[in-house]
């Protein structure tokens, strides 16, 4: 999903940065995820994500994201990014091995299996 803030496109960024920052947003682990108000807080920690990983100083609080978001296509833009936060969980659904699999030659067995 691409986004535009002042005047750049980015591609949204996902990386492990986004669970630590949603961690200290939320106070919770992106697995007890639950509602509007957390999906709220998880796009603006992508957002932050995002403009970390692009080296862009990025000082907006959570309600000044809010109101950028507002202003910039409110339901369309939250939408969007529910859509584009759902196929990025379901790639990494589809390329974490399975429980009871057999790890394939040349991979090392999953501990946590």
């Not at 920690?45 to 990025?58: E, G, I, K, P």
């Amino acid at each position: 999903m691409k986004i535009t803030y002042n005047g750049n496109e980015y591609d949204l960024h996902w990386s492990y940065r986004v669970h630590y920052l949603f961690e200290d947003k939320a106070g919770k682990t992106l697995d007890k995820l639950n509602g509007s108000h957390d999906a709220n807080i998880l796009f603006y920690c992508v957002f932050l994500a995002t403009m970390q990983y692009n080296h862009v100083d990025c000082d907006l609080t959570e309600a000044e994201f809010s109101n950028w978001v507002d202003d910039n296509g409110n339901d369309k833009l939250f939408l969007d990014f529910n859509n584009w936060f759902y196929k990025k969980m379901t790639q990494q659904n589809e390329l974490s091995p399975k429980k009871g699999s057999k790890p394939k030659k040349g991979e090392e067995p999953d501990p946590n299996s």
